[in-house]
């Protein structure tokens, strides 16, 4: 079954479905298959490396080319959609209003275009991430008002892993589903319904460089796992590292630290998205003491820290914070 297929067939059990949604769904798709292309041909096109000496996206990280390309190419796919009111991404302050609700712009799109593109010089994954959510009449012009909704709130959410093979996770609050991009067909094909994450896996996955820093609990977790015999597994890439505890369970955790005291990772569209990508899987996501779905946003790049993965795993850490 093709993602074309499964989004219809998700479509026909809502009857009084518009279709809309799906429309946005095969936007997304469609930007995975360019954003694919171009990571593959990176070295080639030579479109590694930084995008010009003083570029920077918002938080003063130095862009990379092919950021500024995901960017422009997610833009595009989902801006042409007419129901698509408002687009907001890592690498822009703002958030771009493109429709009000009144003509017809009914959806957000979220999105981190090339999340741990610092990687890809390295051929490392790297990832898309995306959160959908439907805008109310209550912000009407104000586009960052109105997509400042908690993460409980996403109608969809996902990521799109470019590593040995292109992998769309995608959850409409039914169940996960994992698609592989057929190369010889251009499809995205269905290869696990109603994914479920291990319930237990002696697995952390944390950048231990800061251990010093993290607030006392962390390092007490730390060696308690450390004592209980847990191995390590860090990218550096939290759509690998997140891929990686969804399929095979343990906790992936970006705790405070010096520099980034309230977590590094941003709680818009990357912790929301995820956080609804592992609850639907069966496990658990919080920032240290809430669930993270629960926080309810300030801003739309506010940073948040980030315990999630399989639910007594998580509890292991939350037991020592
Ligand atoms: P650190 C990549 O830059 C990123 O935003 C996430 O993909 C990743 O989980 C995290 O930062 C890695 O951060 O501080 O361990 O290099």
């Known amino acids: 079954m093709s993602l074309q297929s499964h989004i219809l067939a998700e479509e026909q059990q809502y009857p009084g479905a518009t279709g809309d949604f799906s429309w946005i769904l095969s936007a997304i798709s469609l930007s995975a298959k360019t954003i694919a292309n171009k990571v593959r041909r990176a070295r080639i096109d030579d479109v590694l490396g930084e995008h010009g000496e003083s570029a920077q996206n918002v938080h003063g990280e130095q862009q990379q080319k092919l950021d500024v390309l995901a960017n422009e190419l997610i833009m595009r796919c989902l801006g042409d959609r007419a129901n698509v009111g408002v687009l907001a991404s890592e690498e822009d302050e703002e958030p771009r209003l493109l429709r009000a609700r009144g003509e017809g712009g009914r959806y957000a799109v979220l999105f981190d275009p090339l999340d741990g593109s610092s990687n890809l010089d390295f051929c490392v994954g790297v990832g898309t991430i995306f959160s959908i959510i439907k805008l109310s009449d209550e912000h009407p012009t104000d586009a960052e008002a109105a997509i400042l909704q908690q993460g409980v709130h996403q109608v969809a959410a996902g990521y799109v892993l470019y590593g ?16 592989v991009l ?7 094909v269905l290869v696990e319904r109603d994914i479920k994450i291990p319930t237990v896996s002696k697995t952390y996955s944390v950048n231990e460089a800061y251990t010093d820093t993290f607030p006392p609990g962390y390092k007490q977790y730390l060696s308690w796992a450390h004592q209980e015999g847990y191995s390590s597994r860090y990218i550096g890439s939290m759509v690998a590292d997140v891929h ?11 705790p405070p630290t010096a520099q980034h ?12 998205p995820m956080a609804m990508v592992i609850e639907q899987a069966g496990g658990k996501a919080i920032n240290g003491e809430t669930a993270i779905c629960d926080m309810s946003p300030t801003g739309l790049h506010q940073r948040t820290s980030v315990i999630l993965g399989s639910t007594e795993e998580v509890e292991h850490v939350q037991r020592f914070l």
């Open 164 to 179: 040995s093979s292109v992998v769309l996770i995608l959850t409409t609050g039914r169940g996960v589903h994992m698609f």
């Open 182 to 188: 057929d190369q010889s067909i251009g499809s995205f």
């Open 244 to 254: 990686r505890t969804l399929l095979k369970g343990g906790v992936f955790l970006y």
């Open 261 to 272: 005291p309230s977590g590094k990772l941003r709680l818009m569209y990357e912790a929301n």
